[in-house]
């Protein structure tokens, strides 16, 4: 059974379906089904029959995989180019896939009735929503509305935020590691389990895989913490697992030994938990108190406080001359030229030049991609608004407090991210507040409403909490989804959030996918 | 209750059936009787009896004495509907004498149908409206019928029929309008057609029918207006194949969306045509790009050369100074680069400049790289990583150390330093730790492990941190001396 994925339609792959024909004769009879994920697509099918072979199917049929649920919290669409279709190639086609998805969301829980977005791709997806909503308008399901609010975020509005280091754990795991599918790979070495009486046991080759969700009472705990804040956290839990286990002297009564076997599995679990993350903890640190780490991130927090962001720097030259890795290159200078809004001409070709010689012409491309979406481009006449965006909406909160936030920028040590901060002011006070600083950012924001059937307005009840769906159009980090639970949980929010993207997104992922390698062209 | 009859004799049978229980039976086959009747008058004696005899059973019930303990009223409130819709039709102006078993055989959806088959359409909403059937079902479905024999009167105007047609339809829910326009369209109303097709919300029914009604700009438009981008594939395709190449370049140039669209396609399945669209915009950087893209897919060099002066022609077009200097440095060097594999034999062609100096530097060339750094205006602290790497990496350290004194290191020593240390050779590295700024000593000091060194360094800088960074170096035991110092100096800084 092959399941076709859409966005491999353009790339010929109706093609290869029409050589089993040639084989038929030779095989056995096989019975052959397609099942198109997310969505039947007349195009293939129209491509099938122009080569014969739509008949030899057995059976064909759609498999609507629009949002997943990562999370109690989370869905993500998990489309890797979508923001590259987007914002580069002009192809909007994952955004009607995020409509449906909103479509079937709202077949479940519950019409939505109150859409805000920001961002050309956020009015695309509202308009379809509503055009949508006449399309089924006779069967209208009963269902009491399970969120107040929806808001639609282009990526685009905040190119600062996925560039920029994150530094909450989980966001570190995925910065260094790269968590795909709610799975870690680590390096075996600091998981190698030692098994008593048996010496000199062979290291594991294999990567250590592990499953990283909310399932896990530990990691549900640490995950969205400030990196600084882990190993406190991890020494308490220690504390607390260590007196459990100690537990067993003082029960003496067969009872009381009865109760604490049955604790047992829970407590090892809870051990294990432990030394996971311990492991994960220090193979981090090690990253983290590195001279490298430091300089990097010094460099970082200097561009989004708007220091020297108009010359070359020094610390991006050497690194291009050490032959640092392209993307963490990338990443500085596009940070650079978001928070300047532009490069002056002298110091973009410097940069650019300065890449191509050391790390090849082929990148040509890749760094028109990056000028195409805005990431890295030429000063324009426009005068630099990000120092204002960044006063209005307090981004840079200076002495940001790591172990007991008070405030989202502890995600990145100070860093506000911008995104996470619109949904904040949505919230309380409402957009009517920046008007002037909503119209510096790219794309029309706006607010609908839709129709709920009568007799089913939802009646808050005083203390009940807002639902909000915030649906990022083009990716979202880990460090984002930590900022929009640490407002969940913020008492007197009032708020709750449940978070929904196109991709789970970091630097490195996302400025992949924008890069072009034409050799791979080569037969 | 007996005295509404004026009859003892029917004060003796109720007395009678009381007796046997069998009120209930009495009350149902009163209800049932009436069903079977075809006289309103007569149905209406039945249920009034049976209406009567129950009220009468309530009373009593709440006087204590039950009578009709599990008549369910609903047999009675749905025979009262039913009879109304049997009598409605049964009239001679509409003529359908069904019996209640016929009815209840053939079920409401039949009748419905039946009616609107005889084009009886108000009566058919009332029927549906009265029934509450869901309005797909119901409302729905028969105005649809309605709209669909409306637009095949030849008599009335297009615009008079669709007016009529969204007016009557405008509050009805899940119409299918693309049928309706589908009947006007075989009735040979093209306009009418399209006009009721603007009611369509379902671009994947709207769509097809005016590409089969030729109107493919208005085809395109919608499916753009939809977001659903494989019905707009599906629209280009088609009109690709209708259309002569001109018409149809210059249908796409009406619609961006549908161009971006048509060119992802081309990507993967026609490059060529992809060259011919930009030429058609005039885009010149674009051609640049596919010209660089199609170099790479060239095995001999000389076909590669050649498809980047093109792309070269293409950047100057196009006035991207910077995009076409760059690819004439990358023609320059590879032509650089096939020179010297000819006569060295080291594989260079398609490296970057920095891997083919430090290739060229790991076999001995330094002319050679001392011609490119010239020729591609290195900047010199990239130059002077590059040659620092590239040597320790070989392990030179006399050519190191002679490049070293060859001129002011514009990077500093503390890279030589920090070089040596890495590919282990202390003792190398110790030789530059005198020559590194001030600012740079103690961790000159510290990174070849001499602790006292590096002491020194900060004592005499008088540097509160880096005394501390010395003494986070220190171990406890071996240099509890040099600890005691070191302390002593940091107090006597703070206190200034």
């Known amino acids: 059974m092959h399941a076709i994925s859409y966005s491999h339609v353009m790339q010929g792959f109706p093609n290869f379906f029409c050589q089993p024909n040639l084989r038929e004769d030779k095989l056995q009879p096989r019975d052959f089904h397609i099942l198109f994920v997310p969505r039947r697509s007349l195009l293939c099918e129209q491509r099938l029959k122009e080569k014969g072979v739509l008949n030899s199917f057995t059976n064909i049929d759609e498999y609507i995989l629009d949002l997943i649920p990562y999370d109690g919290d989370l869905l993500s669409m998990e489309s890797e180019s979508s923001f590259r279709e987007c914002y580069l190639e002009n192809d909007q086609t994952s955004l009607y896939h995020a409509a449906k998805g909103l479509m079937t969301l709202q077949a479940l829980y519950g019409t939505i009735p109150q859409i805000f977005g920001k961002g050309e791709c956020a009015r695309h997806v509202a308009n379809m929503m509503l055009r949508m909503k006449r399309e089924f308008a006779g069967s209208q399901t009963q269902i009491l509305p399970v969120f107040d609010t929806l808001l639609l975020l282009d990526r685009n509005v905040d190119l600062l935020t996925p560039l920029a280091t994150q530094l909450t754990y989980e966001g570190l795991i995925d910065e260094i590691f790269g968590i795909t599918n709610g799975y870690v790979k680590l390096p075996p070495e600091k998981f190698a389990q030692k098994k008593q009486g048996e010496g000199g046991k062979e290291l594991p080759t294999e990567p250590k895989k592990l499953q990283l969700n909310s399932a896990e009472e530990l990691y549900a705990e640490i995950r969205d913490k400030n990196f600084n804040a882990v190993g406190a956290a991890l020494s308490k839990k220690a504390k607390i697992i260590s007196a459990a286990f100690e537990e ?66 020094t610390y991006i030259e050497d690194c291009i001359a050490q032959k640092d890795p392209l993307i963490k290159i990338l990443r500085l200078v596009c940070m650079q030229s978001v928070c300047n809004n532009g490069l002056k001409q002298k110091v973009l070709d410097y940069y650019k030049k300065e890449i191509l010689q050391t790390y090849g012409y082929k990148h040509i491309l890749t760094l028109k991609n990056l000028e195409r979406v805005g990431l890295l481009k030429p000063q324009s006449t426009m005068r630099n608004n990000y120092p204002t965006i960044r006063k209005t909406l307090k981004l840079w909160m200076e002495d940001a407090n790591e172990q007991n936030p008070n405030d989202i920028s502890y995600v990145y040590s100070g860093y506000a991210p911008l995104s996470v901060r619109l949904t904040q002011v949505l919230a309380r006070p409402g957009w009517r507040s920046i008007e002037e600083v909503l119209k510096m950012l790219p794309g029309p924001h706006f607010e609908e409403r839709q129709q709920v059937p009568t007799g089913l307005h939802k009646k808050r009840q005083p203390g009940e909490n807002r639902t909000i769906l915030v649906f990022f159009l083009g990716g979202v980090t880990y460090a984002e989804i930590a900022a929009l639970r640490f407002l969940s949980n913020m008492e007197d929010s009032g708020t709750e959030y449940i978070i929904a993207a196109t991709k789970l997104i970091n630097g490195t992922s996302w400025i992949k996918s924008l890069m072009d390698s034409p050799e791979e062209n080569l037969p | 209750m007996t005295w509404l009859w004026h009859s003892q004799k029917a004060d003796e049978y109720l007395r009678e059936i009381k007796e046997q229980s069998l009120l209930s039976e009495a009350v149902r086959q009163c209800v049932e009787a009436a069903g079977h009747e075809h006289e309103p008058e007569t149905q209406k004696t039945l249920l009034r009896v049976s209406h009567t005899v129950y009220s009468f059973s309530l009373q009593a019930a709440s006087f204590g004495k039950c009578f009709l303990s599990n008549f369910p009223p609903e047999q009675f409130v749905s025979m009262c509907r039913d009879l109304r819709v049997l009598n409605a039709v049964r009239d001679y102006t509409v003529g359908i004498p069904l019996s209640l078993t016929q009815f209840k055989q053939m079920t409401i959806q039949v009748l419905i149908d039946r009616l609107v088959y005889r084009k009886l359409y108000p009566l058919a909403i009332e029927v549906c409206c009265y029934l509450k059937t869901p309005e797909y079902q119901g409302v729905s479905r028969v105005l649809k019928h309605w709209a669909c024999y409306k637009v095949q009167q030849k008599e009335e105007s297009d615009e008079v029929i669709a007016k009529a047609v969204s007016v009557k339809l405008a509050d009805a829910a899940g119409i299918s309008y693309s049928e309706i326009a589908t009947k006007a369209y075989e009735s040979g109303r093209t306009e009418l057609a399209i006009k009721l097709l603007e009611f369509e919300p379902r671009s994947g029914e709207q769509v097809p029918l005016l590409l089969k009604m030729k109107k493919s700009p208005l085809a395109l438009s919608k499916a753009i207006e939809s977001g659903d981008t494989d019905l707009v594939y599906t629209v280009v395709m088609y009109l690709k194949n209708e259309l002569n190449r001109g018409d149809f370049f210059m249908m796409l140039r009406n619609q961006p969306v549908a161009l971006s669209l048509y060119k992802q396609f081309c990507k993967h399945q026609e490059q060529d045509t992809l060259k011919d669209l930009f030429n058609q915009d005039d885009d010149h950087e674009e051609l640049g790009n596919f010209y660089v893209k199609a170099s790479y897919k060239e095995q001999r060099l000389e076909a590669r050369i050649a498809h980047l002066q093109s792309a070269v022609d293409e950047y100057y077009k196009a006035k991207k100074e910077f995009s076409a200097k760059t690819t004439e440095d990358e023609m320059r060097l590879l032509r650089f ?134 003494l986070s170096r220190c171990a406890a035991t071996t240099d509890h001396l040099l600890v005691e110092r070191l302390n002593r100096a940091k107090a006597t800084v703070a206190k200034k």
């Not at chain 1, 809870?270 to 996971?276: F, T, Y």
């Not at chain 2, 034999?345 to 490119?372: A, I, N, R, Y």
């Not at chain 2, 190191?400 to 514009?410: D, G, R």
Request: one cysteine or more; a negative charge; charged letters at 30%.
């Open chain 1, 248 to 313: 067993r002297h003082n029960a003496k009564t067969v009872g009381e030994i009865k109760q604490f076997v049955s604790q047992l599995p829970h407590m090892q679990a809870a051990r294990s938990s432990l030394a996971n993350h311990t492991s994960i903890a220090e193979l981090i640190k090690d990253i983290t108190t590195s001279e490298d780490f430091f300089d990097s991130l010094t460099v970082e927090q200097e561009f989004m406080t708007g220091v020297d962001t108009d010359k070359v720097s």
């Open chain 2, 337 to 470: 680069q096939r020179k010297l594999e000819e006569e060295k034999g080291e594989q260079l062609v398609g490296f970057s400049l920095h891997d083919t100096m430090t290739t060229l530097l790991s076999v001995g060339l330094h002319k050679h790289v001392e011609q490119l750094y010239k020729d591609f205006r290195v900047p010199d602290k990239r130059f002077w990583w590059l040659r620092l790497k590239a040597l320790a990496e070989k392990e030179d350290w006399e050519e190191l150390e002679k490049f070293s004194k060859s001129k002011k290191s514009p990077i500093g020593y503390l890279p030589f330093v920090e070089v040596c240390i890495k590919h282990h050779n202390k003792y190398e590295a110790r030789k530059y730790v005198s020559k590194v700024t001030l600012e740079q000593k103690v961790k000159a000091h510290l990174a070849v492990g001499d602790v006292e060194g590096a002491a020194e360094a900060a004592i005499e800088r008088r540097n509160e941190s880096e005394i501390g960074t010395v």
